[in-house]
């Protein structure tokens, strides 16, 4: 590339930039307790992981991760809820269209999981519960699979009919 295409600002170089990261909401609650304590603590773990972009002004995107991670006792009952919303701003410019929609559904959602992830674990151990280290999570491969449900729907089809 010429130097006078590099330095031209209509055509910005592609870039990520994290500029903020924020904890938007976050929520526990613990109905079984004090009794929850006083059991074998051997819980079924469901974790729900979402995001969603907002675009704010001068190419900064609000990039939101949720989780929602629920224990169940043996006996069918919520030991805890855990809701978090981790939150960045970025700056991105010189990506549109797939490329964007991919930074905003990959690389913004793994810069901010580690952070929903401590989050999570600080409201689990300050709610008396066990530490609670969520596993790392493949936002490439959910992106890959949320694209593909997109085409097969469009396509008319249903998402299980995918065929790779």
Request: aromatic share 8%; proline share 7%; glycine share 8%.
């Amino acid at each position: 590339m010429s130097e006078q295409a590099a330095n031209n600002p209509n055509n910005p170089q592609p870039q990520v930039r994290l500029e903020r990261i924020y904890l938007k909401d976050s929520s526990f609650e613990s109905p079984g307790t004090p009794d929850v304590f006083g059991e074998e603590w051997k819980p079924e773990i469901n974790v729900d992981i979402g995001t969603k972009a907002n675009t704010g002004p001068s190419s900064r995107f609000e990039v939101v991760l949720s989780g929602t991670i629920r224990a169940k006792r043996a006996n069918g009952k919520t030991a805890f809820i855990v809701e978090v919303q981790q939150a960045g701003l970025f700056f991105i410019q010189g990506l549109s269209g797939d490329m964007l929609q991919m930074a905003l559904g990959t690389v913004c959602p793994t810069t901010l999981f580690p952070y929903l992830r401590e989050t999570v674990d600080n409201l689990v151990v300050k709610g008396g519960f066990p530490a609670l280290h969520l596993a790392p999570v493949n936002f490439d491969a959910l992106f890959r699979q949320a694209v593909a449900e997109r085409q097969a729907q469009q396509a008319g089809k249903e998402p299980g009919e995918i065929k790779h």
